[in-house]
């Protein structure tokens, strides 16, 4: 055993052996590489913190197309397709908070929008027919040559608008001038990846934020739209928790005005919130996923799903289960009072799948949907529709024809 003096390291002289200095460098190259996970992860998040705060006077309130809602109802009570109009606002503010783009889609054509429409419609339409599987037939198909081109739009878009950023970024001092960014405007997700670095500090790529942009533009419009329309469905189904939800409303922001929402208000709609989830449970907006197992599964009877199996999830399943969810079919939102909820298993509960690869854009989808509703309830009151929808479970939860609702509008200004 040789003796070694490590002043440098602010050690006494230590008898040591070269198994203890290696165990000493690798600790030491451990605890390097932690230290920097840990302040890329803080950084992540102190700039992501930006990402969805709100502006008080929020620019949101242009995005919900509320003066188109109040024009088609005009006329006292009128029929509206919730998926159709609800789908272009979430892809209106989506547009806004990743692109910082003003689509206007809720008043006139967007071809950007109509193109993502249309990509949505080609995955769904693929995911049912089982000779679409094949990239070989498929790129040769009809189908296979439309999603060629709208993939080709969408993805010149983002291109270009990720190539125009870049263009006025400084070449240094990216984080200051950020910083001056986002005091006077919120930051948009392409300014919150152009700023993200990975753990090695190395920053994204174009394509790396291409990616990201077109992942977030298409998995969050749909299901936060089918998340809507089935919450306002079930509130048009029961008008005295959709009273209660205005109400709950009309006190927080009784002397403000609604424009004024804040990121802090929406801790504070408790009730409103306990309907957005009964919503998701009853009508989850993503009724299946899958999985494959990385290792064999021992189910309760002793039954084992083998490793590489792909499994489905049945989110609606786990949702209707009777013995967590007594009369599963009853619209109940205080099912998710504290009180009720204690004791209960966290994956009972799972619209945003669970693990590692749950949704990313939780948080925000909730925002979103308490904001809308919020400022919904207050200005327009919703009926049933004469015809009962029916579910339409595909990748995302719709209703045959559409969910079709009545809007009357409240005699509220929306100056
Ligand atoms: C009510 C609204 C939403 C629901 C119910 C929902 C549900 C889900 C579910 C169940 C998954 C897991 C999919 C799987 O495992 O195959 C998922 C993943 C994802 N979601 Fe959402 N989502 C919503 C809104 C959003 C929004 C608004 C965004 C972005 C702005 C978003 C972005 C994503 C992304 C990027 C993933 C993939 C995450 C990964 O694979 O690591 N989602 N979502």
Redesign the pocket.
Known sequence: MSLLSLPWLGLRPVATSPWLLLLLVVGSWLLARILAWTYAFYNNCRRLQCFPQPPKRNWFWGHLGLDKWQHLASEGSSRLDMFEHISLMTLDS?QKCIFSFDSHCQERPSEYIATILELSALVEKRSQHILQHMDFLYYLSHDGRRFHRACRLVHDFTDAVIRERRRTLPTQGIDDFFKDKAKSKTLDFIDVLLLSKDEDGKALSDEDIRAEAD??MF??HD??AS?LSWVLYNLARHPEYQERCRQEVQELLKDRDPKEIEWDDLAQLPFLTMCVKES?RLH???PF??RCCTQDIVLPDGRVIPKGITCLIDIIGVHHNPTVWPDPEVYDPFRFDPENSKGRSPLAFI???AGP??????A??MA??KVVLALMLLHFRFLPDHTEPRRKLELIMRAEGGLWLRVEPLNVSLQ
């Open positions: 989506l992942t977030f998995g969050g299901t936060t998340g998701l989850p907006p993503a996923i899958s619209p945003f799948s690869r749950n949704c990313i854009g939780q925000f989808a979103e949907m």
